[in-house]
């Protein structure tokens, strides 16, 4: 990475490698493989920034480059991540970044460290005989919904550029190579501790379990038990991440073990997709194909994921095995509880309650369910509710997403109840439910206009929609298009993994 001092000068960036400061067998040292035809599609200049990255466009061919891996910069130990995972419920012993290689970490301007790794950067010895690229469509896939989820307030790995390679890749079909740059916070995954229990390294498990600690949770290190405290921690921020997931009708599409970061950020966009019309059993991911993945089987799925980390600590939770499974229990029933009332917690918000009360869970599941049998799109409905919130005037446009007129009044009624309790105004309700109801999100047909324009060379496309993502609460006439559910025939009905 290039960055300017305060002088102007040149300098390298430097980075800090920690992970690699592990023992070997967490790790393989591999370079990228470089490519024939670099070229920038996008930079992330505000990431950058923050980043305290400035890059040097005055010479675009070598910035392409750098971040496309045919120039590994200075300070850089580049590695590809061991770890296993429960893909769709099976234990595979080796997984392994099979495609991205972790350059290092920077310290962001924040006193931050982040992971900066490249996806598609060639084979690596965990590859599975994979050609280790990755696709244009998958990768502009990974930047609009990473960057998107940022805006809407969802912790996510970031995007910091997307570079075409010049070469093609083979799946399917023949596709444009292409390289995403990733930034995130870190890349362990509960898959990462898996790896080492499964080979029975408990002083790996020990040894890694160590540096989250120091890295992400620096608070437990006095804890009486710390393990079992990052073990809580771990659970807690998975519990509410998930729950803000369904705030904005986010399915991810494959939460296996691997693609479950320690750090508690949304990680591996391949096959997601935000819901249109609401159906609590929507499954999108064309690999999904029992539905484990749907988005009101997340929650569960992070509860079961966080049993698997918990099978790897046992042996440090306590010497007694006994009650180290009965500590780990006690979490994992937490992480229900703790969901429950995240989740709440999001969804009073979204209805404009500022306290809590009793029937308030009643009161957003009778409207979901509503929703579900007149097939009312998830975005637009809660955004119009703002309206709702604002006046009587605003309750037709609401009305509107329902099929059953007098059910969705008789709701509107016990609603307005509710909201009678509480001490808060029209207008102060409205601003705030405009806060944590988008008016936009990356709807899936967007997406695929989009991606399908990119491959014919025209990225105006992909550029107004990350503009018009970038301000996902507010309303703006100029990106009205984006607000708007699909037309019938404009419906995505699978997303699909860019492996």
């Known amino acids: 990475m290039l960055c300017r001092s305060a002088k102007g ?56 480059a750098i971040l496309a891996g045919n120039v590994v910069p200075p300070g850089a130990m580049p590695i590809a991540m061991a770890y296993a995972g429960h893909q769709f419920g099976n234990f595979v012993p080796q997984l392994g970044d099979g495609r991205a290689i972790l350059l ?16 598609g950067a060639g084979p690596t010895p965990y590859s599975r005989r994979g050609d280790g690229r990755a696709a244009l469509g998958p990768v502009l896939r990974e930047y609009i919904v990473s960057e998107a989820m940022n805006a809407l307030g969802v912790p996510a790995t970031r995007a910091l550029a997307a570079v075409a390679t ?70 807690g921020r998975q519990a509410d991440l998930i729950a803000r997931w369904l705030g904005v009708g986010f399915i991810h599409g494959v939460m296996n073990t691997d693609n479950m970061t320690i750090s ?49 600590l046992l042996p440090l939770l306590d010497a007694d095995e006994e009650k180290a499974v009965e500590a780990a229990n006690a979490v994992l029933k937490a992480f229900g509880e703790r969901f429950q009332k995240e989740w709440l917690g999001v969804f009073r918000a979204k209805l404009g309650l500022f306290s809590e009360a009793d029937g308030d869970g009643e009161l957003i599941q009778s409207l979901l369910g509503l929703m579900h049998a007149g097939q009312a799109d998830f975005t637009l409905t809660f955004r119009r509710l703002c309206g709702a919130a604002a006046g009587a005037e ?22 307005g109840t509710r909201l009678d309790a509480e001490p808060q105004g029209p207008t102060e ?51 009205a298009d984006y607000m708007q559910p699909p037309k019938p025939e404009e419906r995505v009905t699978q997303t699909f993994c860019g492996t």
């Open 9 to 64: 000068v040149l300098s390298v960036f430097q980075f800090d490698n920690s992970y690699a400061r592990l023992p070997d067998r967490f790790f393989a040292s591999v370079y990228p493989e470089p490519v024939e035809g670099p070229k920038l599609l996008k930079f992330n200049g505000s990431l950058a920034e923050e980043l305290g990255i400035e890059a040097d466009f005055s010479d675009p061919a070598r910035l392409a």
């Open 104 to 119: 290092g970490e920077v310290v962001d301007r924040n006193g931050k460290r982040r992971d900066i790794q490249l996806k």
């Open 166 to 235: 010049g070469e093609k890749v083979y799946r399917e079909t023949v596709e444009q190579g292409a390289v995403f740059v990733r930034v995130a916070a870190s890349h362990v995954r509960i898959g990462t501790f898996q790896f080492l229990a499964a080979r029975g390294d408990n002083d790996g498990v020990k040894l890694l379990a160590d540096y989250v600690i120091e890295r992400h949770y620096p608070e437990l290190k006095a804890a009486d038990n710390p393990y079992l405290a990052l073990l809580q921690g771990v659970a």
């Open 264 to 312: 508690g950020e949304t990680i591996d966009f391949g096959p997601c997709a935000f819901l249109d019309e609401y159906d609590p059993m929507k499954v999108f991911s064309s690999i999904d194909q029992g539905g484990r993945y749907a988005y009101r089987n997340q929650p569960g799925i992070g509860q079961w994921n966080i049993a698997r980390l918990a099978e790897c």
């Open 394 to 415: 605003g309750d037709e446009l609401f009305l509107s997403s329902f099929s059953d007129l007098a059910k969705a009044r008789e709701w509107l009624e016990l609603w």
């Open 429 to 479: 309700r409205a601003q705030a439910m405009r806060s944590v109801n988008p008016a936009v999100i990356p709807r899936n047909h967007k997406v695929a206009e989009a991606l399908a324009a990119a491959n014919y060379g025209d990225f105006s496309f992909f550029e107004r929609l990350l503009e018009a993502l970038e301000k996902p609460y507010e309303d703006r006439p100029e990106f």
